[in-house]
């Protein structure tokens, strides 16, 4: 049984490598793992070396010739596997990289160990592939030591499959060099046995780790797509909470009471102009809701549509001013769409319409290091005189959006510090209020 190459055992080996090569190369296809690519690789190289060693063709010349490069090319793509399936790069980074130029290093000098066979003696360069195969096992120890503390049972498995290949198969090529290949034939072995024992101790070993990884890969999809869903939930809650924010019931309520007010005074222009002016902020609020993103100038357009119609409103009217401190682009600045609106409206009905004389708006744009400070400004009673009187008229404070900003902003800018904060202008010869929304410069 095991001294016919051509027997049911090692016919089974060369099978199983060929299978494993076309699904896992059928799975790289399908899902561009490169764990899936490396192994499929390997198992091939493995196939036809093996198949190679059955042939006639076989001898001391062609195996230095044929086989060596094979083995060189799997070493290298073996590095590479085994970086992915044990998620090397995931566990120990450093390590990763430097395995990742190891394995290159292994590569360019078996290409010139390959070349080295032309011109020294055939001991010279067993001895050098030797040092070679005792590399390859340092390392793969190595790597077991640095890992084995996060991964440590499909580490130990690992080195078990792999160390079996590789003694096994250096055993076989000792006892094929030498008499004692003559002793394993004579009790019914044949002296490349023991690489197929290797091999089949490898392909049970790591068909064990791949479908470990493949169900971890699945769950891992399975954690990415409820993470993906919920983050949707939570962008769709805060689309909400946004648009509640902004189609606040008392602002419609009074917009259609001031057109009522003009219609009954007969002020059919006016009240047309204001319904044309209406429209068109409600219109913008409900085409910004979809968006997760606009830019600053954008904005501005929207929010000054809205002022329009609050300047109608407010006794006495009041000023609106945009100031680019900085000389910055509206158009590269991306930002919550229609977060200001709530803040302004604040500034408005609980700063500057309580306010005599000269009533002021004022938004300034500018930079300070590596963020952008956006500043909404009044003249109105201050912060502090604002809530009082919201809640004597028991009229929700600015706490809740300010909780919806700051959470949209961080949605917006993730892994960035954004921030808003509210200042009270007032002292002994001024009043006011400013809020100041932080966000990143991004490059």
């Known amino acids: 049984m095991f001294l016919d190459l051509d027997s049911e055992f090692f016919s089974w080996v060369r099978g199983a490598l060929l299978i494993l090569f076309v699904f896992h190369a059928l799975l790289y296809l399908n899902n561009k793992q490169k764990l899936f690519l490396y192994y499929s690789i390997y198992t091939l190289l493995f196939y036809v070396n093996l198949i190679f060693w059955n042939s006639k063709f076989a001898n001391e010349n062609t195996v230095f010739l044929i086989s060596l490069p094979q083995f060189y090319i799997a070493i290298y793509v073996y590095f590479n596997f085994s970086r992915e399936v044990l998620s090397i790069k995931k566990i120990v980074p450093k390590w990763d990289k430097k395995l990742k130029k190891i394995a290159i290093y292994l590569f360019t000098f078996s290409i010139f160990t390959y070349i080295i ?13 030797f040092l070679l195969l005792i590399t390859v096992v340092y390392l793969v120890l190595a790597t077991h030591r640095k890992i084995k503390n996060v991964n440590y049972s499909l580490s130990t498995l690992f080195i078990f499959g792999t160390l079996s290949l590789l003694i096994l198969s250096t055993f076989s090529i000792f006892v094929a060099s030498s008499e004692l290949k003559y002793y394993f034939q004579s009790i019914g072995i044949n002296e490349l046995s023991f690489i197929y024992f290797g091999a089949a101790i490898e392909i049970f070993v790591f068909a064990i780790i791949l479908g470990h990884r493949i169900t971890s890969m699945e769950n891992e999809e399975v954690v990415l797509n409820l993470k993906l869903v919920r983050q949707l939930a939570e962008t769709e809650e805060l689309r909400m909470e946004m648009l509640k924010s902004q189609m606040n019931p008392h602002f419609i309520f009074n917009m259609l009471n001031s057109i009522n007010s003009l219609i009954i005074k007969n002020q059919i222009e006016n009240a047309s102009d204001y319904i044309t002016k209406f429209s068109r902020f409600i219109r913008e609020i409900l085409n910004s809701s979809k ?102 008229r028991m009229v929700k404070s600015s706490g809740l959006a300010v909780q919806i900003v700051k ?21 002994e010869t001024t009043t006011g209020t400013k809020v100041t929304f932080k966000f990143p410069i991004l490059n």
């Not at 300047?311 to 977060?339: C, H, K």
């Open 407 to 427: 959470n949209r902003l961080q949605s917006l800018y993730k892994n960035e510090k954004t921030d808003v904060f509210i200042d009270d202008l007032t002292n």
């Open 117 to 129: 066979q032309f011109f020294v003696s055939k001991n010279v360069f067993y001895v050098i592939n």
């Open 291 to 392: 968006k997760n993103s606009m830019s600053l100038a954008d904005e501005l357009n929207i929010i000054k549509l809205y002022i329009i119609l609050e300047q109608a409103r407010v006794e006495g009217g009041f000023s609106y001013e945009v100031i680019n401190t900085d000389n910055l682009s509206f158009n590269f600045i991306q930002i919550p769409p229609m977060f200001l609106q709530p803040f302004v409206e604040n500034a408005i009905w609980h700063g500057i319409a309580h306010k005599e004389g000269d009533k002021k708006l004022v938004i300034n744009l500018r930079k300070e290091n590596d963020f952008y400070l956006l500043e909404l400004i009044d003249n109105g009673v201050g912060y502090k005189k604002g809530i009082e009187i919201a809640q004597k």
